[in-house]
C-alpha cells in the first residue's frame, strides 16, 4: 500500500509556471514508477508523464514534451512536476499514481493521490 498526496496546484496566466508535489507514504517509494496524469472536465483522464523507480528514465505525452519536466527524490519519496510555458489547455485536474511497472496506462495503476486542480488563464 501507498498513500500519495499531491500539492502545488493553483490559478496562473499563461505562459506561467507552476510546481507540483506528490508526497508518498506507506511501501518503499522506490519500489514504483511514478507517474503524472490529469483529468479536464468531460474528457478521460491522460497521461502526462512518467518517471522509473531509479529516476533515470522519463517519458513525457506529446502535448507537454519540451514544457514539463517531472523528477523524484527517493530521501524525500517526493516525485514533482515542473510545469513551464502553461496554456490554457493545460488546465485539469492532476494526479500522481504509484505502480511498480513503468506503464503510461491509466487503467493499470493501482494507487492514486487524490487530485489538484491547475487552472491556467489566456
Known amino acids: 500500500q501507498v498513500q500519495l498526496v499531491e500539492s502545488g496546484g493553483g490559478l496562473v496566466q499563461a505562459g506561467g509556471s507552476l510546481r507540483l508535489s506528490c508526497a508518498a507514504s506507506?511501501?518503499?517509494?522506490?519500489?514504483?514508477?511514478m507517474g503524472w496524469f490529469r483529468q479536464a472536465p468531460g474528457k478521460e483522464r491522460e497521461f502526462v508523464a512518467i518517471?522509473?523507480?531509479?529516476?533515470?528514465?522519463?517519458y513525457y505525452a506529446d502535448s507537454v514534451k519540451g514544457r514539463f519536466t517531472i523528477s523524484r527524490d527517493n530521501a524525500k519519496n517526493t516525485v514533482y512536476l515542473q510545469m513551464n510555458s502553461l496554456k490554457p489547455e493545460d488546465t485539469a485536474v492532476y494526479y500522481c499514481?504509484?505502480?511498480?511497472?513503468?506503464?503510461?496506462?491509466?487503467?493499470?495503476?493501482?494507487?492514486w493521490g487524490q487530485g489538484t486542480q491547475v487552472t491556467v488563464s489566456s
Open positions: 499514481a504509484a505502480d511498480p511497472r513503468y506503464t503510461v496506462v491509466v487503467k493499470e495503476y493501482d494507487y
Open positions: 506507506g511501501r518503499s517509494f522506490s519500489s514504483y514508477a
Open positions: 518517471i522509473n523507480r531509479s529516476g533515470g528514465s522519463t
